[in-house]
């Protein structure tokens, strides 16, 4: 079934709003239909299986908290996110795995990158490629894969325009210089 195809009332922001009004866990259980993977996939784009669940069921508790209307949102996407991704930040900092990375020439020399991984499928090369990024260009990447606009971004995680648009440059440059030939369009 498309979502909200055959019941336009079943838009995400409809759902909070009937959740909060009504109370019923149908709403709620309906939203976490739509959104639990997509949540997941980021939270472990930036951290660990066991934090990325933790996470995760920490971010479906606070909305299952929110009782006020004056918390309604007009995109509930973006709103569940921002939520998903302070608890991240959160959690690591209280596990002391917070940091500020940057790239240093060792990380983007293609050589060495790709031979150290010259048996690893692609995807896994990829995936390899994107956990060197900086929390920040892995995010701004991460959330751009979700569909997100530079502007949603740019509002999600409080930032200006031009900073989420550097962010994904840099994340982008980074990923050919370490891949190199192997990044290969398909």
């Given at each position: 079934?498309?979502?909200?195809?055959?019941?336009?009332?079943?838009s995400?922001?409809?759902?909070?709003?009937?959740?909060?009004?009504?109370?019923?866990?149908?709403?709620?259980?309906?939203?976490v239909?739509q959104?639990n993977?997509?949540?997941?996939?980021?939270?472990?784009?930036?951290?660990?299986?066991?934090?990325?669940?933790?996470?995760?069921?920490s971010?479906?508790?606070?909305v299952?908290k929110?009782?006020q209307?004056?918390?309604?949102?007009t995109n509930?996407?973006?709103?569940?996110?921002?939520?998903?991704?302070?608890t991240l930040?959160?959690?690591?900092?209280?596990?002391?795995?917070?940091?500020?990375?940057?790239?240093?020439?060792?990380h983007?020399?293609t050589?060495?990158?790709?031979?150290q991984?010259?048996l690893?499928?692609?995807?896994t090369?990829?995936?390899?490629?994107?956990?060197?990024?900086?929390?920040?260009q892995?995010?701004?990447?991460?959330?751009?894969?979700?569909?997100?606009?530079v502007?949603?971004?740019?509002?999600l995680?409080?930032?200006?325009?031009?900073?989420?648009?550097?962010?994904?440059?840099?994340?982008?440059?980074?990923?050919?210089a370490m891949?190199g030939?192997?990044?290969e369009r398909?």
């Amino acid at each position: 079934m498309i979502k909200g195809w055959l019941n336009p009332n079943l838009s995400p922001e409809s759902l909070l709003t009937s959740y909060v009004s009504t109370g019923k866990k149908r709403h709620l259980s309906m939203l976490v239909e739509q959104f639990n993977l997509p949540l997941y996939h980021y939270l472990l784009s930036q951290s660990t299986k066991e934090i990325a669940e933790d996470v995760l069921q920490s971010t479906w508790l606070k909305v299952v908290k929110i009782k006020q209307k004056n918390h309604m949102h007009t995109n509930v996407k973006s709103w569940l996110f921002t939520i998903a991704r302070n608890t991240l930040i959160d959690e690591l900092r209280q596990l002391k795995k917070w940091q500020w990375q940057e790239l240093t020439d060792e990380h983007l020399k293609t050589d060495s990158f790709a031979k150290q991984h010259e048996l690893v499928d692609r995807l896994t090369l990829f995936n390899l490629a994107i956990s060197q990024l900086s929390f920040y260009q892995r995010e701004a990447l991460i959330f751009q894969q979700e569909g997100f606009s530079v502007m949603e971004i740019s509002q999600l995680i409080g930032e200006p325009f031009e900073t989420v648009k550097t962010r994904l440059r840099y994340a982008k440059n980074n990923l050919k210089a370490m891949l190199g030939n192997h990044h290969e369009r398909g």
